[in-house]
């Protein structure tokens, strides 16, 4: 995937008033080095980041990732982004997207060791082609994520709800998802609690309802999940937030992995065991996640 666009960015204090935030974007060669050899991003992963999906131009559900932006920020002892100017990044980047389906990425990072600022930037490139993945589904297995389900609750500094940039673990689940034969993964907690997929949220139909892991245990809140929970209520389906069992997997007639980017691809099998995918819901999913949001 190519960066098209890349925007670094001189954060403002978030409570400072102004109008106009030019002067604080530098337009950057994606292609040249443009990061400090002390940036903690790259040395430690010490920073966060969101990942907006864009469609013909068109930033999706902005404010929700801004939001997480936040979020994340506070719980790793970030100063607090000001909104208004990733705002007015955001839509800098849209502007650089490429017709058809690309990708913003949000980082903000600690900066230097002992500098006095963080880091922060934007990016923009096309985004990956997940017809398949869409169209025919994806195979995945449950993995150990190392931890009980009350983990985030007494450790709050695993920093296990926010979305950090220390991936190693995420992608060496995909990984070892692959060396299994499958396509992505399902992450456990270790007494038997569903997550989330390393890099997407879980939506399973059970006795006709929606359901997702609740927020609790370590589990990144979804933008994609919560945007599909408000499309299906709309339509008149019962969604819920649940504690899941892993024994409960085997109890879905259909399931997806659903997230900004890929947005909603069935499972077609989980540690195996044949998942039917439902046509007709997914491609409605699909199609809503590729409107204007």
Known sequence: MDRRFA???????????????????QQVDPS?????????????????????????GHAQEVEPHLERLAHSAALCDLPAPHLDQWRAAVARAAEACPPGEAVIKLILSRGVDHGPTPTAWVTAAPAGDFAAAREHGVRVVTLDRGYDSGAAERAPWLLLGAKTLSYAVNMAALREA????????????????????????????????????????????????????????????????????????????????????????????????????????????????????
């Open 178 to 293: 692959h060396r299994r034969g499958a396509d992505d993964a399902i992450f456990l907690t270790s007494d038997g609690m569903v997550l989330e997929a390393p890099t997407a949220s879980l939506i399973l139909r059970i006795d006709g309802r929606f359901v997702t892991p609740e927020p609790t245990g370590g589990i990144l809140r979804g933008t994609t999940q919560l945007s599909v929970f408000e499309h299906l209520e709309g339509k008149g389906f019962e969604t819920v937030d649940a504690r899941i069992p892993a024994a409960d997997l085997a109890a879905a007639d259909a399931a997806w992995l659903v997230s900004s980017v890929r947005l909603a691809a069935p499972i077609s099998a989980i540690d195996g065991a044949p998942l039917p995918i439902d046509r007709a819901v997914t491609d409605d999913l699909n199609a809503y996640l590729l409107s204007p949001r």
């Open 32 to 56: 040249a080095p443009a990061l400090s050899v002390g940036e903690l991003s790259t040395q430690r992963g010490d920073g966060v980041f969101e990942s907006i999906g864009v469609v013909d």
């Open 7 to 25: 925007l670094m960015i001189t954060p403002v204090v978030a409570e400072t008033v102004r109008d106009d935030f030019d002067d604080t974007f």
